[in-house]
């Protein structure tokens, strides 16, 4: 299934700004997917998304934006190497008696 278009732009405080860019940070060090919610849906980036820093200035106003870049097969991908580790994850929990 195709997702729809989608191009928004939302506003968050301070302190969730960083919590999200900690989360970021976490997942590109350990190479492990990033999910986040924005404007109210639920994003699932992969681990190998490219990511990029754009700066733009014009009309009196100046923008950096820092973005990530993936293919919708690799965010599929990405689900199912997640489901994968998940299912591991509960069998390593799992005691032998």
Same mark, same amino acid.
Do not use: C, N
């Given at each position: 299934?195709?997702?729809? #278009?989608?191009? $928004?732009?939302? %506003?968050? #405080?301070?302190?969730?700004? $960083?919590?999200?860019?900690?989360?970021?940070?976490?997942?590109?060090?350990?190479? @492990?997917? %990033?999910?986040? *919610?924005?404007?109210?849906?639920? &994003?699932?980036?992969?681990?190998?998304?490219? %990511?990029? &820093?754009?700066?733009?200035?014009?009309?009196?106003?100046?923008? &950096?934006? %820092? *973005?990530?870049?993936?293919?919708?097969?690799?965010?599929? #991908?990405?689900?199912?190497?997640?489901?994968?580790?998940?299912?591991?994850?509960?069998?390593?929990? @799992? #005691? $032998? $008696?």
């Amino acid at each position: 299934m195709t997702a729809a #278009s989608r191009d $928004v732009e939302a %506003f968050y #405080s301070t302190a969730d700004v $960083v919590a999200k860019l900690r989360r970021l940070a976490d997942a590109l060090e350990t190479d @492990k997917p %990033f999910r986040i *919610q924005i404007a109210g849906e639920r &994003i699932r980036v992969p681990a190998r998304a490219r %990511f990029s &820093i754009e700066h733009e200035r014009g009309d009196g106003e100046e923008e &950096i934006e %820092f *973005q990530l870049k993936w293919t919708i097969e690799d965010a599929d #991908s990405a689900a199912e190497d997640s489901e994968d580790d998940a299912a591991d994850a509960a069998d390593a929990d @799992k #005691s $032998v $008696v």
